[in-house]
């Protein structure tokens, strides 16, 4: 079955402070992964997606992810924290599988606090 | 474009109330989806139509049901609804194809007494 992690229900960094969000995937096949922002009060917003092309993908508002097969892990990154950043992140991995096929599974969550 | 809308955007009910959320799409997408959000649990599915006369459980059904009255809506009903049900709903779409990704409405907030 497939399945995502995100480690770390909470995160704080300092405004200008590399930004740093944890996910990993469980996946049998080559799977295809998704970060979502959502900001307070707000839908989901598609940040980046990683389909089977280039291992470093870059997103909106300076975010890049990294595939790395050997680690199944798709961490989001973002090299410098602004105030504006302050969300709740998502992770989300595409089942690839039956009637289900194109289905989302998504992480628990991580909240970014940014701190002046 | 409006994207994904959904009315209402709160909502207050009585235990066994009945309602239905409405959700349209105007970016001709194929498949929908009603998600529900708890803190700390994610987004976990409810039901999704892949096409058009098409619906599917999800993950969490129990309560609910679905209509695909055609290609731009897709309706989530509450026929008796629990304090259990108290959660933000998402609607979402999706065209086909390769990467599958979703494009989500602003949420119905919805309270159960």
């Known amino acids: 079955a497939q399945s995502v992690t995100q480690l770390g229900s909470h995160v704080s960094v300092s405004e200008g402070a590399l930004v740093l969000l944890r996910c990993n995937y469980s996946s049998s096949v080559p799977p295809y992964l998704f970060w979502y922002v959502q900001y307070p009060n707000q839908g989901l917003q598609l940040l980046l997606k990683?389909?089977?092309?280039?291992?470093l993908v870059k997103g909106i508002n300076g975010f890049e992810a990294e595939f790395k097969k050997s680690e199944t892990s798709f961490h989001l990154t973002k090299p410098s924290a602004h105030m504006s950043d302050a969300a709740e992140y998502f992770c989300a991995v595409r089942l690839n599988y039956g009637g289900s096929q194109g289905n989302l599974i998504f992480g628990k969550g991580t909240k970014l606090s940014v701190k002046p | 474009n409006a994207g994904v809308t959904q009315t209402p955007k709160f909502q207050v009910l009585k235990t066994g109330q009945s309602m239905t959320l409405q959700c349209a799409q105007d970016?001709?997408?194929?498949?929908m989806y009603w998600y529900r959000q708890d803190p700390g649990m994610g987004l976990r599915l409810i039901y999704y139509s892949a096409s058009e006369g098409t619906t599917d459980k999800g993950e969490v059904p129990n309560g609910y049901n679905v209509s695909r009255l055609n290609k731009r809506e897709f309706s989530l009903r509450l026929e008796s609804a629990a304090p259990s049900q108290t959660s933000v709903y998402f609607c979402a779409s999706s065209p086909q194809g390769i990467s599958y990704e979703q494009y989500f409405g602003p949420g119905t907030r919805l309270t159960v007494t």
């Open positions: 970016m001709n997408h194929n498949s």
């Open positions: 990683y389909t089977s092309a280039a291992t």
